[in-house]
């Protein structure tokens, strides 16, 4: 009779065990719980990406149109289980375009997919495609025909399609011609645009171009004015015009070439940037003489996260007159902050027609280090009714190659986005930075190889062997 008891007492405490464990799984499934203990943190979520997932409230249909065995299917997975996990409304379907070609195919159309390696965001009726070339940096490598990745560039890309696609109204980017600038239309690698027009696209925005004239002003619904590089001199009226937009809470974006004249600069002078008649030489940090590679970015929203170099062709210096906090308390004077500098021992080149340029002080040359790149803000004042005024801002960069269509490396576009994001009040995005790829190798000398062989070779089997005999004799005693 005992031993029924206890049997009966033995399989009563295995199924509570049991009962037990499925109640810890259940608790577990509806409450997980996740840390990353990895040094580099890779797939960890920015701050800007777990708010916008926490303030999801509508359910997003994500479709992943990779193959298992391309080269970023695995970092995709393990950054979608990230969202998955920071908000129940994001929902996946793996589909992989080579076996489930049925399932494919009826997406396809339902998207207008006319290529694979895709993912595709949908919410109600809106979708938004996100392709492999926005996941991710590519660099080409000695002694290899095919590029390596450098960056993954796939929770900016993610955030970005999510924040679009919540977004009832698509913001409307005009780019300004008439006068030299260059188009987003043109897809000529050294002088066209269309590579950064279809990356604003592909951001949930609308891209214009605009020609101002006595009886056309800049739109009421521009969100932000971009003036890529303009090469003639502008009209005072053309001038007048943006100073008029840019003063009721407009957003511009200046990019100004070296040794060209523009008729901007007495406005500019007016909004606390100065220019020189100069373009910028930095030794240290240049392949090919005229390019210089900024390394250096001062603290600002825009420059936040930067990590790739940013690659100017022949910049030209932009001088901050009126840096933050010269003049506290006054809402309508113009703030500079610089965004880009050189090095220490850069210099401004006066001697535009010397083609052999060497620093000379006594042709006017100076010592670096120079900006590149300045924020302009101003406004930002709260009224008596508690309502805030939204500021002006104005981004003047001395450099329209770097967004070229042949020259978007490194941290080019990365720049340029930040600083239409800035201008646009999507702080959302700005601070996604890219995560570089780091490869880690391990090296061991000659020596080291022959100890690591000793060791598992001889060294554990020994020890196993050792143990294994002590414990035969002490059985034997």
Same mark, same amino acid.
């Given at each position: 009779?005992?031993?029924?008891?206890?049997?009966?007492?033995?399989?009563?405490?295995?199924?509570?065990?049991?009962?037990?464990?499925?109640?810890?799984?259940?608790?577990?499934?509806?409450?997980?719980?996740?840390?990353?203990?990895?040094?580099?943190?890779? %797939?960890?979520?920015?701050? !800007?990406?777990?708010?916008?997932?926490?303030?999801?409230?509508?359910?997003?249909?994500?479709?992943?149109?990779?193959?298992?065995?391309?080269?970023?299917?695995?970092?995709?997975?393990?950054?979608?289980?990230? %969202?998955? %996990?920071?908000?129940?409304?994001?929902? $996946?379907?793996?589909?992989?375009?080579?076996?489930?070609?049925?399932?494919?195919?009826?997406?396809?159309?339902?998207?207008?997919?006319?290529?694979?390696?895709?993912?595709?965001?949908?919410?109600?009726?809106?979708? /938004?495609?996100?392709?492999?070339?926005?996941?991710?940096?590519? =660099?080409?490598?000695?002694?290899?025909?095919?590029?390596?990745?450098?960056?993954?560039?796939?929770?900016? +890309?993610?955030?970005?399609?999510?924040?679009?696609?919540?977004?009832?109204?698509?913001?409307?980017?005009?780019?300004?011609?008439?006068?030299?600038?260059?188009?987003?239309?043109?897809?000529?690698?050294?002088?066209? %645009?269309?590579?950064?027009?279809?990356?604003?696209?592909?951001?949930?925005?609308?891209?214009?171009?605009?020609?101002?004239?006595?009886?056309?002003?800049?739109?009421?619904?521009?969100?932000?004015?971009?003036?890529?590089?303009?090469? !003639?001199?502008?009209?005072?009226?053309?001038?007048?015009?943006?100073?008029?937009?840019?003063?009721?809470?407009?957003?511009? @974006?200046?990019?100004?070439?070296?040794?060209?004249?523009?008729?901007?600069?007495?406005?500019?002078?007016?909004?606390?940037?100065?220019? =020189?008649?100069?373009?910028?030489?930095?030794?240290?940090?240049?392949?090919?003489?005229?390019?210089?590679?900024?390394? &250096?970015?001062? #603290?600002?929203? $825009?420059? @936040?996260?930067?990590?790739?170099?940013?690659?100017?062709?022949?910049?030209?210096?932009?001088?901050?007159?009126?840096?933050?906090?010269? =003049? =506290?308390?006054?809402?309508?004077? #113009?703030?500079?902050?610089?965004?880009?500098?050189?090095?220490? /021992?850069?210099?401004?080149?006066?001697?535009?027609?010397?083609?052999? +340029? /060497?620093?000379?002080?006594?042709?006017?040359?100076? !010592?670096?280090?120079?900006?590149?790149?300045?924020?302009?803000?101003?406004?930002?004042?709260?009224?008596?009714?508690?309502?805030?005024? /939204?500021?002006?801002?104005?981004?003047?960069?001395?450099?329209?190659?770097?967004?070229?269509?042949?020259?978007?490396?490194?941290?080019?576009?990365?720049?340029?986005?930040?600083?239409?994001?800035?201008?646009?009040?999507?702080?959302?995005?700005?601070? $996604?930075? #890219?995560?570089? $790829?780091?490869?880690?190798?391990?090296?061991?000398? &000659?020596?080291?190889?022959?100890?690591?062989?000793?060791?598992?070779?001889?060294?554990?089997?020994?020890?196993?062997?050792?143990?294994?005999?002590?414990?035969?004799?002490?059985?034997?005693?």
């Amino acid at each position: 009779m005992k031993r029924i008891i206890f049997n009966l007492n033995t399989v009563g405490v295995v199924l509570l065990a049991l009962v037990l464990v499925q109640m810890i799984n259940f608790i577990a499934l509806r409450n997980p719980l996740r840390a990353d203990w990895s040094g580099r943190q890779y %797939y960890q979520l920015s701050d !800007k990406t777990v708010k916008l997932l926490d303030e999801l409230d509508q359910r997003i249909e994500i479709s992943v149109f990779f193959q298992e065995e391309h080269a970023l299917f695995y970092d995709i997975e393990n950054l979608l289980e990230e %969202y998955q %996990y920071q908000s129940r409304n994001i929902h $996946i379907e793996w589909i992989d375009p080579s076996r489930d070609r049925a399932r494919t195919e009826k997406l396809a159309g339902k998207y207008g997919l006319t290529e694979a390696q895709v993912v595709v965001f949908d919410i109600g009726d809106k979708s /938004k495609v996100v392709r492999q070339a926005d996941l991710a940096d590519f =660099r080409m490598v000695a002694r290899r025909r095919e590029p390596v990745l450098s960056a993954f560039k796939g929770e900016r +890309a993610f955030s970005s399609a999510i924040l679009g696609l919540l977004q009832d109204e698509r913001p409307t980017v005009y780019f300004l011609v008439g006068h030299g600038e260059r188009r987003v239309t043109e897809f000529d690698q050294v002088s066209g %645009y269309s590579t950064i027009g279809t990356q604003l696209l592909r951001d949930h925005l609308e891209v214009k171009e605009l020609v101002l004239s006595a009886d056309k002003r800049v739109p009421e619904d521009a969100a932000a004015l971009v003036i890529p590089g303009p090469s !003639k001199v502008m009209s005072t009226v053309a001038v007048e015009m943006i100073e008029e937009y840019l003063s009721r809470s407009g957003r511009v @974006m200046v990019l100004l070439d070296a040794l060209k004249e523009t008729g901007l600069e007495p406005m500019l002078r007016r909004w606390g940037v100065g220019l =020189r008649d100069d373009f910028v030489v930095d030794l240290e940090n240049t392949l090919h003489g005229s390019d210089v590679h900024v390394r &250096r970015f001062t #603290p600002h929203p $825009i420059t @936040m996260g930067m990590q790739s170099v940013v690659q100017f062709i022949l910049p030209r210096s932009i001088e901050p007159l009126s840096r933050r906090g010269n =003049r =506290r308390g006054d809402e309508d004077h #113009p703030t500079v902050d610089v965004l880009a500098q050189t090095s220490e /021992k850069s210099w401004s080149e006066t001697q535009v027609t010397d083609t052999n +340029a /060497k620093f000379d002080p006594d042709t006017g040359d100076a !010592k670096g280090p120079f900006s590149l790149a300045v924020a302009v803000e101003r406004g930002a004042t709260q009224t008596l009714l508690d309502v805030q005024i /939204k500021p002006s801002r104005m981004v003047v960069i001395g450099d329209s190659d770097f967004v070229a269509n042949g020259n978007l490396v490194g941290g080019n576009q990365d720049l340029f986005m930040s600083a239409i994001n800035w201008l646009l009040d999507r702080e959302e995005l700005i601070a $996604i930075a #890219p995560k570089p $790829i780091e490869k880690i190798k391990l090296t061991l000398t &000659r020596k080291q190889l022959h100890r690591l062989f000793w060791i598992n070779v001889a060294g554990i089997p020994a020890v196993a062997a050792m143990i294994g005999g002590l414990v035969w004799a002490r059985r034997r005693k």
